[in-house]
């Protein structure tokens, strides 16, 4: 008999953060700190325009300022350098970021390298990419530091446990694998050349899907009493939101599982709101504003 997994809420967690954040808002405010998030948004793709109009109202919810600075995708690339070297050197400016993806005939590698650290909210630069595989202070990629504050809010301890990642992109799968060590987890990083790959998942204590393959993870994939995170996000043709892993299956299996749509998605919005305040905060202790 295989008892109901306890599900692992992100939408509750994210309240927690959400909460945290706008408190610290609030008190930076009363020392006439700001905290202020600025997002380039170029084109006309519906999804980004979505995203990012969810990301203002979540400022917005804990008092944080948003600016966003909107292009046609006729654009130039030049034009773009010039306004991330003008948001760099801004003192207002707390954090920014670029929507992805970018309108063909757009770059989006020159512009993300050359946002500086300290207003890095997405953590995605070379250099915040470096600075966290060397264990330098950095602003941590949202999606992957969210899995973290999401297992480590539920009292899932990391330290000395089997964790394996399936997927190893830029955005989740590498940086989560950095994460991981940094908790003392022992850390497997599965892709798509992996050998018997039901095998290797299945020695994990801690299994974390981002391979953007929808329902890819069956019960075959997880041990017994193994705690799933399902980073991935997929649209049903029929309506709402499926995960990479197939959850009604994995569900009696696990001993925690997060569902798709309110496990991973609310932490990564989250974890923004959490570095744009950690660069204000940085801003101000280094007195740069
Ligand atoms: P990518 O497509 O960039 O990377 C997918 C990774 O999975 C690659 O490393 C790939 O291997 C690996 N992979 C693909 N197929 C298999 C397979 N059959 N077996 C093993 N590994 C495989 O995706 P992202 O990392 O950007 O995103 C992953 C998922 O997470 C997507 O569904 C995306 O929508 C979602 N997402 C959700 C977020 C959230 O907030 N919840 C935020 C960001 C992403 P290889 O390198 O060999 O090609």
């Known amino acids: 008999m295989t008892k109901a997994a306890k599900i692992l809420d992100g939408r509750a967690v994210a309240a927690q953060i959400r909460a945290e954040v706008g408190e610290e808002v609030r008190v930076l405010a009363e020392r006439d700190v700001p905290v202020r998030l600025d997002v380039i948004l170029v084109g006309d793709d519906p999804a980004s325009t979505t995203y990012v109009n969810m990301k203002q109202r979540d400022c917005a919810e804990v008092g944080i300022e948003s600016r966003t600075h909107r292009f046609g995708s006729d654009v130039s690339q030049k034009e773009l350098a010039v306004l991330v070297e003008r948001l760099n050197d801004d003192p207002a400016v707390s954090g920014f970021f670029i929507q992805l993806p970018l309108p063909t005939g757009l770059d989006h590698v020159p512009l993300i390298s050359s946002i500086i650290p300290s207003k890095d ?19 941590l990629p949202c999606t992957p530091h969210g899995v973290i ?9 990391l330290e000395g446990r089997e964790a394996v990642v399936v997927g190893r992109s830029n955005l989740v799968g590498k940086p989560l694998a950095q994460l991981l060590l940094r908790e003392n987890a ?22 974390i899907v981002a391979a953007g393959r ?15 995170v399902d980073v991935g996000i997929h649209r049903r043709e029929e309506g709402g939101l499926v995960g990479d892993v197939k959850f009604d299956e994995v569900e009696p299996v696990a001993s925690r599982i997060t569902p798709v749509p309110g496990g991973v998605g609310p ?20 007195g740069t504003r």
């Open 121 to 139: 909210v997405d953590g995605l630069s070379p250099m915040s990419a470096g600075r966290l595989a060397v264990g330098l202070p950095s602003l």
């Open 214 to 228: 929808r329902e890819m993870i069956d019960a075959e994939y997880v041990s017994e009493g193994a705690v799933v």
């Open 149 to 157: 504050q999401l297992l480590y809010r539920n009292g899932i301890m």
């Open 267 to 286: 932490m990564t919005r989250a974890m923004l709101l959490y570095n744009t305040l950690e660069a204000a905060r940085t801003a101000e202790d280094a």
């Open 186 to 207: 022992t850390v497997t990083v599965c892709h798509s050349h992996t050998k018997n790959l039901a095998e290797v998942t299945r020695r994990a204590d801690v299994l």
